[in-house]
């Protein structure tokens, strides 16, 4: 009797014994599978504050509005711009720039503002961060289909053109994000043809409302919006605010730009928001506002018609897209 | 697998846990700024990594020999239909606002929605006949020729996938990859002749 015991589990351990492993293998699989999706949907990155900007000027609330340089919309949270970023140089995701630009060293930092002008220069950023800064809250809008609204710090890009006197050849000008696959690391990869570069013609980069923005919320740009400066052209699809700047040319001729080179029948030199040109692949009639739950419609010019449709005056814009 | 019962609850109660986490992090407000956006995203991509599941197992069964693997191919061709339809929700609820009327003349302008589109509808008849009954009422030869209609909706879905993307076409490329080669496994196992056996692994 004692030997058969020893031999036979009893029924009752048995059943213990596989319940216990039944458990475990639950156990075990529900908390990979988390664990899993947690790793692939990181938590949005926690804000990091900026240095305060000094002696932002901003402009009677009415008369900002008259001159679009203000908007009465709802401003975007601080927390919703910089973790929805299009930064291709860290990161193709959105959620994942924020956490790939940590610590994106910007200093030093220098642009040089050259081709044809009679007083090229290259500009120290300390230097640039000396321009009377304003603030402009603009409407942004990503060619995607969402939009935000953004209180920028920053100066007319007139401003910095006018100290090098562009000569009476210049027609377009040029601007070319940093070049630097260790500081962005993205730029191994080839989604996109490094460095990432843009244009404007001549009158469009002297339009008011065209500026280098070098902070937001009245404090230095975080790194995954731009830092530590960058072109904001708010009547554009927000691929042509090109980002982190270190070169601007002025050219005679119309210059390449990035996502044209990419893709040339999705995204034109032009680029002016238009719902009633459709990209190729969606519709450009509506966008969702960050922080909404319906869509809006989308504005000619994002809005900015007033200030400058008379650039595009006899063009066609369906062709110039 | 002695225990197919209990690997069913086990893939069942994995399947779920997504959406779950999906939904409590709706609730905290943790998904970013555009939980829309990201709503879609996540039943979409689900709803592509079912779809591969489901037609992984065939393969897999047949590379590692593991033939009780079929038992749990229609608990997963369920879920991808399940998020589908999830995804098709978000879709019709936050891009267009339940204006059905409007999701028509979306789906013609749009290519990469057509592509989406047709890989649901294509889900749909096999979700209906999903059921034992079904494959009876059907016959096995039948209802096995119908349900190869999701080899088009899984390669619909990828090309959906890879339509919408604008330059970082890497992940639709994978997906794009692995369906390729579970699909073309078949076509090569269809047309060598047939070895005595062909699992790398002895059945048990």
Known sequence: MAENSDKVTDKEVYLNRRRFIQAAVMAGTATATTLIYRRLNPPPAPVVEGDKLAEVAKAPTAEAVKEGFAVNDQVTPLEAITNYNNFYEFDTSKSGVAYAAKGFVTRPWAVSVEGLVNKPKVFDLDELLKFPLEERIYRLRCVEGWSMVIPWVGFPLNKLLEKVEPTSEARYVAFQTLLDPERMPNQRTGVLDWPYVEGLRLDEAMHPLTIMATGMYDETLPPQDGAPIRLVVPWKYGFKSIKSVVKITLVAGEPPTTWNIQAPDEYGFYSNVNPNVPHPRWSQATERRIGEYSRRNTLLFNGYGEQVAHLYQGMDLVKNY | ?204
Do not use: C
Request: charged residues 15%; glycine residues 6%; without cysteine.
């Open chain 2, 1 to 204: 697998m002695a225990d197919v019962r209990f690997l069913k609850v086990v893939v069942f109660v994995n399947s779920l846990i997504p959406l779950v986490l999906l939904l409590w992090d709706l609730y905290r407000e943790r998904v970013g700024p555009n939980p829309l956006q990201f709503a879609t995203t996540t039943t979409g991509m689900l709803t592509l990594i079912f779809l591969s599941l489901t037609v992984a197992i065939t393969p897999l069964r047949k590379i590692f020999g593991v033939n009780s693997l079929v038992k749990l191919r229609r608990m997963l061709g369920l879920f991808a239909f399940f998020y589908g339809a999830l995804h098709l929700l978000t879709y019709i609820w936050f891009d267009r606002g339940f204006n059905l009327i409007s999701v028509v003349p979306d789906v013609v302008k749009r290519p990469f929605i057509l592509a989406g589109m047709t890989a649901f509808l294509l889900m749909v008849p096999l979700a209906i006949t999903s059921t034992n009954k079904m494959v009876k009422r059907l016959g096995g030869k039948r209802w096995a020729n119908l349900h190869r209609l999701v080899y088009l909706s899984v390669i619909a879905a990828v090309v959906h996938f890879w339509m919408l993307v604008k330059s970082d076409t890497r992940l639709p490329l994978t997906f794009g990859f692995i369906v390729l080669f579970l699909l073309g496994y078949r076509l090569l196992t269809k047309y060598m002749p047939a070895e005595p056996n062909t699992s790398l692994f002895p059945r048990e």
